[in-house]
C-alpha cells in the first residue's frame, strides 16, 4: 500500500514539474507521455489539482488542457497596479456572445442573428484580445471565414469547456439580458454542445496555406 502511494506522489511531482516546464498548458495525452506507460493520469490531476485548490496557484483544466494560474481570488491584488484594460463595446460584446454560443460562425451568421451589420474592426478587437480565432472556412460559395473562441477566452472567463456558459435562465437571473436589443433577445442563450478541440495555430497556419 505504501509502494502504491510513493508512486502517486512521486507520479504528481512528475507531473507538477511538467506543467511548470511547459510553455503552455498540455493535454491529459501530453502529460501521459512524461510517465509510465499505463498510468492513470486523471486521478493523479484531479488530486494534484485538489492539493493547490487553497494555494495562491490553482491547477485548472481549461478547454481540455491543464495548466497552473494565479487563484482567482487574488486576481484584483495581483492587477491593481496594470493600466485599466480597455472596456469592449456593445458590438463587441454581442458579437463574442454569439460566436461563443453558436461557434463556428460566419461574419454573416453574426449579422443575421444581431440584425445589424458589424464592423472588421469588431472582429479584429476580439481577435486582438485573444479571445477569438478564426476556424476555417465554411464550404460554400465565396467560402466564407469561420470564427471560433480561443483557449484563451476560457482561461479569462474562467470556463473549463464551453459547456461552462450560462444558460437562458442564468443570464436572466443576473440581469444581463435586460439591456440587450429585441435582436439579441431571440439569441438561444443555451448551453452549447461540445466542439473537437483543435489547435489553433495549426487552423491558422491550414487557412494561411489556403490563402496563397
Not at 514539474?17 to 492513470?40: H, N, S, V
Not at 494555494?55 to 491593481?80: M, S
Not at 456593445?90 to 460562425?105: F, K, M, S
Amino acid at each position: 500500500m505504501s509502494d502504491a502511494i510513493d508512486d502517486d506522489l512521486r507520479f504528481q511531482r512528475i507531473i507538477e514539474a511538467t506543467l511548470f516546464a511547459a510553455d503552455k498548458p498540455l493535454t491529459r495525452e501530453q502529460i501521459a507521455e512524461f510517465l509510465p506507460e499505463g498510468t492513470p493520469v486523471q486521478p493523479l490531476l484531479d488530486a494534484l489539482a485538489e492539493s493547490y485548490a487553497p494555494r495562491g496557484i490553482n491547477l485548472v483544466q481549461r478547454g481540455g488542457k491543464w495548466h497552473f494560474q494565479t487563484a482567482a481570488d487574488l486576481g484584483d491584488i495581483l492587477r491593481r497596479d496594470e493600466d485599466q484594460t480597455r472596456k469592449l463595446s456593445r458590438a463587441a460584446l454581442e458579437t463574442l456572445a454569439i460566436i461563443a454560443y453558436h461557434e463556428p460562425v460566419t461574419r454573416a451568421q453574426i449579422e443575421e442573428i444581431r440584425g445589424v451589420s458589424i464592423s472588421k474592426g469588431t472582429i479584429d478587437v476580439l481577435m486582438e484580445a485573444g479571445w477569438v480565432r478564426p476556424a476555417g472556412r465554411r464550404e460554400v460559395p465565396g467560402r466564407p471565414l469561420l470564427y471560433a473562441t480561443t483557449q484563451g477566452f476560457l482561461v479569462h472567463f474562467g470556463l473549463s469547456t464551453r459547456r461552462d456558459l450560462p444558460g437562458l435562465a442564468e443570464l436572466k437571473a443576473a440581469g444581463l439580458l435586460e439591456p440587450i436589443d429585441a435582436a439579441m433577445n431571440q439569441l438561444q442563450f443555451e448551453k452549447p454542445p461540445e466542439t473537437p478541440e483543435v489547435d489553433e495555430t495549426d487552423a491558422e497556419e491550414e487557412m494561411d496555406d489556403e490563402a496563397l
